[in-house]
């Protein structure tokens, strides 16, 4: 048996028809364009903002009954349809549209200055271009607890990311990365925490891969260094 395996094309791409000769065989096929997973429903999200924006909110298909706006593990800071980022600079912020029965993963608040010195404009672009290459409201796959990337505890719904996937690893959550296949990711954002699992070879087929403020993203230490691995 043959494998052939693609490179290059995005996901999406209808492939078309391909031929193939291995020695004295010739075969085709037609690879028709295959879609990304749906993004998920039944979890609200927010939009990322600076601290001279305003929040908005997707409800993730969820009905509304008392909005909540707050800082993580702080104040309650309104109950509107969006929020003014002002005087939130660096507060990671939660939303719920639902009275508090189900809360959104937390976004930080961009602050546009510090300690009374505005930031860089480039610093500010650059911020700014980074999360809107993934969105909260377009992840498909969203990590809700630590643990390792294979195990669907891991995952919002036991949905382990594979094909096509977007994902999001929310602040305060660390996932291990601990997979050898060749599945092909198409966008993964970092709030939180992404190592990667030194005790074996991982591989892993990403078209972007993200780190916002203060996130980490580890692929071992001086001391202790990963073993083959792909990205």
């Known amino acids: 048996m043959a494998q052939i395996r693609f490179k290059g094309f995005r996901t999406g791409t209808n492939i078309g028809l391909v031929s193939a000769t291995v020695g004295a065989e010739t075969g085709s096929a037609v690879i028709p364009a295959f879609q990304k997973p749906a993004a998920v429903v039944g979890v609200p999200r927010i939009s990322d903002a ?87 409201a377009e992840a498909t796959h969203i990590a809700v607890a630590s643990g390792d990337w294979s195990d669907p505890a891991t995952w919002l719904n036991g949905a382990v990311p594979k094909n096509g996937a977007t994902v999001l690893i929310p602040r305060q959550i660390s996932v291990t990365y601990d997979v050898n296949e060749r599945f092909r990711l198409d966008r993964v954002r970092v709030d939180g925490t992404l190592t990667w699992a030194l005790d074996q070879s991982t591989a892993m087929l990403v078209e972007t891969l993200i780190g916002t403020r203060g996130s980490s993203i580890l692929m071992g230490t001086a001391g202790n260094r990963a073993r083959k691995t792909h990205v």
């Open 50 to 136: 600076f601290d001279d924006g305003t929040l908005t909110p997707n409800d993730g298909g969820i009905t509304v009954t008392t909005r909540i706006w707050r800082i993580v593990d702080g104040a309650v800071q309104g109950n509107g349809a969006t929020l003014s980022g002002a005087g939130l600079g660096g507060q990671w912020i939660e939303y719920s549209p639902d009275n508090g029965t189900t809360w959104s993963p937390p976004v930080m608040v961009y602050a546009k200055s510090h300690m009374g010195m505005s930031m860089p404009a480039s610093h500010l672009a650059d911020d700014a271009a980074i999360v809107a290459l993934v969105p909260h």
